[in-house]
């Protein structure tokens, strides 16, 4: 399964218009940082490479007026498979909303932790959901950081998804996350 992912920048109701009539899941990416903190972001899969749609929509959201800063093609874990990097994410839940103590005790424990939410997203309960991210180039150091972090949610005892792990084939921004 492929992922794509198309980071752009615009009016983000303009966004969620055009992401409506391409079929394509709207995000409002909080990167918790300084700098380019939200990212306007659009995800679609494929069971197939599938540029041509990747290389329409690009074009479609130029046309449309928003500025093109990244795309990004993932596919599932596969130690075999060469890439650019590797990255997993994991979705933890929150009973509350303060980030900070979290993401403190999290950069603590595993420095190389990214942490995420998606603005678009959000519960009835009052819980929040945000997304912890670690990549590497380094395979050892990945499966590493994999096991690092879920040791910690599981002593942790927050309530946590399963741990997604992906290789991202094609980045053609990565200095778009710098200090994330």
């Not at 079929?23 to 540029?51: M, R, W, Y």
Request: with cysteine; net charge neutral.
């Amino acid at each position: 399964m492929y992922e794509y992912h198309i980071t752009v920048t615009g009016d983000l109701q303009k966004f969620k218009t055009f992401c409506i009539l391409f079929n394509v899941k709207p995000l409002l990416i909080d990167l918790k940082k300084t700098g380019l903190q939200n990212q306007l972001q659009c995800t679609f899969h494929s069971k197939e490479a599938n540029l041509l749609r990747l290389t329409l929509l690009c074009d479609y959201l130029k046309n449309a007026g928003f500025y093109l800063l990244r795309t990004k093609t993932e596919v599932e874990y596969n130690p075999n498979l060469k890439c650019e990097y590797y990255e997993a994410h994991v979705l933890a839940t929150l009973d509350i909303p303060d980030v900070n103590k979290f993401s403190e005790l999290l950069k603590k424990n595993i420095p190389e932790s990214k942490i995420s939410s998606n603005v678009l997203k959000s519960r009835d309960d009052g819980k929040v959901d945000y997304w912890i991210t670690i990549r590497s180039i380094n395979h050892k150091v990945f499966i590493r950081l994999c096991e690092d972090l879920y040791h910690f949610l599981q002593v942790s005892g927050i309530q946590f998804g399963n741990l997604k792990k992906e290789l991202v084939l094609v980045d053609t921004n990565t200095g778009l996350d710098e200090g994330w």
